[in-house]
């Protein structure tokens, strides 16, 4: 059915124009926000049952057939990716009812919201190198707006800077997809898949162009050492803003990385993905070293990300199919968890008026629920089981065993005990040390935030608890989307008809 | 700007240039011109009468807001992919009408498509150029 591939691109189109011509009623702009968020998501799942059950969806959008015109396709690890982009869009659009500010909402935030929901569900579907270039940049586009929308003076200096670094990065990505078209003479993923694997265009070239798209999609990604930017914006716009960016932004760089070095790059695995397997492990590192000299909590948080990053990245340099499983559970798992720790953190400065480590504390005791709700997905993050952070890090950790890379795994472990370290400074900050005679009491919340606020909150961290004692079929799932990246001859067939391998 | 010349000017323009947007939007597809040209051109004739006058009065002239007018031409845009939809084909499937008219061409969903665009360019330009000339 290739309705469904086009309904999570078209869905938060038609909410970002109708979010659009509805600017002056902010009130009518919230109902279709929430509408359009829950159809997406519905239709995500739709696209994810529909995938699982009758294999790899393509469509050619205007009928033109591949590799001429444009392709849309989704085989599970899109399918799966889309449907985290249409929960994470679902969460995010209760959550900014209760914390977007009137000046911010009455500026068209809901339809860019929309519009970067569209980008990123684009990006996830695309068959097409230069099509997902332009998703990239609806995407990006979005972002940026988001990001300096309401023009506080620390969000401009943050937006500056995210603006500068994807900029350079986008004009490498267009440079890059040039070099490769000249070369290859095609851009359709499957086409190129199957002629750099006919080994008539030189394998030097190939991995010229390898690293043109590594440095590229690293940048979106943060991968060491191109992660810089992360952390000095990721903390300036609203939570619910960041928590979005956490969960989707950096993990289309990372899908971007998946696909290319599963489908396209497989030349020369020896070089390429052992280079991958360096940047990796020191991502992981720099990253959970970064987080432990912050006091702010979003900064904390958001050096987190990057040494999450590092995992994602480790089941595709191991590329085995139980690694490129580990990649896609453990990507389902923190885009929960760390987007359920950002909301959590939002909570806290609700409730307590502050982000910063110093000025906090007592929580535990005022606010009993609020502390489990950090709790969950943080232990689920440093992956204690039975969460879902454990089995996703078991499955990465075996694959390594499996093929007897024991440096990585000795990596990941000790980032893991260093993450633990970290989210239990946050907890004994937080939640547990006596709160300075100072500071002002916790304030209660209204009814109404309570609800937009707290429902999504508690439904990311009961996922967590939910995939973590129920992860056997989400590792099925999970396999089999592995099973699909790693012999990607079913994918070739579906976009270029039978017989084109 | 307080130009005589200019205001007398632009009265007459603004119609002229306004025929001729949409005739290179008509124009356009097969032949150099389109919805992205005819769209310029048309806010072009729309930022001339705001330098000759003001952006209040160029408001006032205008039947719909440019903010409306991106809405809808997205709308429109959409709805050409849509069709193809509705009749079967993957999105974005052109469907034409057989009879070839002069200037215009076949009628059909990328004509829609075009206009779709040439709405939306005049209403974000326009609200760009709006936005910048009041902020002075």
């Known amino acids: ?501 | 700007m307080d130009s005589l010349v200019l205001r007398t000017a632009t009265r007459y323009l603004l119609p002229l240039m306004l025929l001729f947007s949409i005739f290179v939007l008509l124009r356009g597809h097969n032949a150099p011109g389109g919805g992205f040209v005819g769209g310029l051109v048309a806010a072009s004739a729309y930022a001339l009468y705001a330098i000759a006058y003001d952006v209040q009065r160029t408001r006032q002239i205008m039947p719909v807001s440019p903010r409306r007018l991106t809405g809808v031409g997205l709308l429109l845009a959409v709805t050409s992919g849509l069709i193809g939809l509705a009749a079967g084909d993957p999105f974005m499937t052109a469907q034409r009408d057989t009879r070839e008219l002069p200037v215009v061409g076949k009628l059909g969903t990328p004509l829609l498509f075009d206009i779709g665009v040439y709405l939306t360019v005049i209403g974000v330009t326009l609200t760009i150029i709006f936005a910048l000339a009041e902020e002075e």
């Open chain 1, 1 to 501: 059915m290739n309705l469904l591939l086009v309904l999570p691109i078209l869905i938060p189109f038609l909410t970002a124009v109708t979010a659009l011509l509805a600017w002056h009623n902010r009130l009518l702009q919230r109902r279709i926000n929430v509408a359009g968020a829950s159809l997406h998501f519905a239709v995500a799942l739709g696209l994810l049952a529909s995938v699982s059950r009758d294999g790899i969806q393509v469509t050619q959008i205007g009928n033109w057939p591949a590799p001429f015109g444009i392709t849309l396709v989704a085989d599970l690890f899109s399918a799966i990716m889309v449907t985290m982009t249409g929960l994470m869009g679902l969460t995010v659009a209760v959550y900014s009812l209760g914390t977007i500010d009137a000046r911010r909402e009455s500026f068209g935030y809901y339809a860019l919201l929309h519009t970067l929901l569209m980008g990123v569900s684009g990006a996830f579907l695309t068959g097409d190198m230069f099509n997902l270039y332009v998703w990239f940049e609806v995407m990006l586009i979005a972002s940026f707006v988001l990001m300096a929308l309401g023009g506080a003076k620390e969000q401009l200096e943050g937006a500056l800077k995210y603006v500068t670094i994807n900029l350079v990065s986008s004009a490498l990505f267009l440079t890059s997809v040039g070099v490769l078209y000249s070369v290859t003479g095609t851009l359709n993923m499957a086409d190129l898949a199957r002629r750099v694997s006919s080994g008539t265009i030189d394998p030097g070239l190939t991995t010229v162009l390898a690293m043109m798209f590594l440095v590229t999609f690293g940048i979106k990604a943060a991968l060491f050492p191109l992660f810089f930017w992360l952390p000095a914006s990721y903390h300036t716009p609203p939570i619910a803003i960041t928590a979005l960016f956490s969960g989707l932004l950096t993990k289309v760089g990372v899908y971007a990385l998946v696909r290319v070095f599963t489908l396209i790059f497989v030349h020369d695995v020896a070089f390429t993905h052992s280079l991958l397997m360096v940047i990796a492990g020191l991502t992981m590192v720099t990253g959970v070293l970064g987080a432990v000299a912050q006091m702010e909590m979003r900064r904390l948080l958001s050096f987190h990300i990057i040494s999450q990053i590092g995992y994602l990245l480790m089941g595709l340099a191991l590329f085995t199919e139980l690694a490129l499983a580990g990649t896609i559970f453990f990507m389902v798992h923190v885009i929960i968890a760390k987007s359920a720790l950002f909301l959590v953190s939002g909570l806290v400065r609700r409730v307590a008026g502050s982000y910063h480590l110093k000025e906090l504390g007592g929580l535990y005791r005022s606010n009993t629920g609020l502390a489990t709700l950090f709790f969950v997905p943080a232990m689920a993050l440093a992956g204690i089981p039975p969460l879902s952070g454990f089995w996703a890090k078991l499955t990465l950790v075996r694959a390594g065993l499996e093929i007897e890379d024991y440096a990585i795994v000795a990596v990941s472990l000790a980032v893991s005990i260093l993450t633990l370290f970290s989210m239990t400074k946050i907890w004994a900050e937080v939640f547990w040390k006596d709160r300075s005679e100072s500071s002002d009491p916790p304030k209660p919340l209204s009814p109404f935030q309570r609800h937009s606020l707290l429902i999504p909150a508690v439904w990311l961290a009961a996922l967590t608890v939910l995939i973590g004692v129920g992860a056997e079929p989400i590792l099925d799932l999970a396999m089999d989307a592995a099973a699909q990246l790693h012999d990607p001859s079913a994918y070739i067939r579906a976009v270029l008809g039978g017989g084109a391998v």
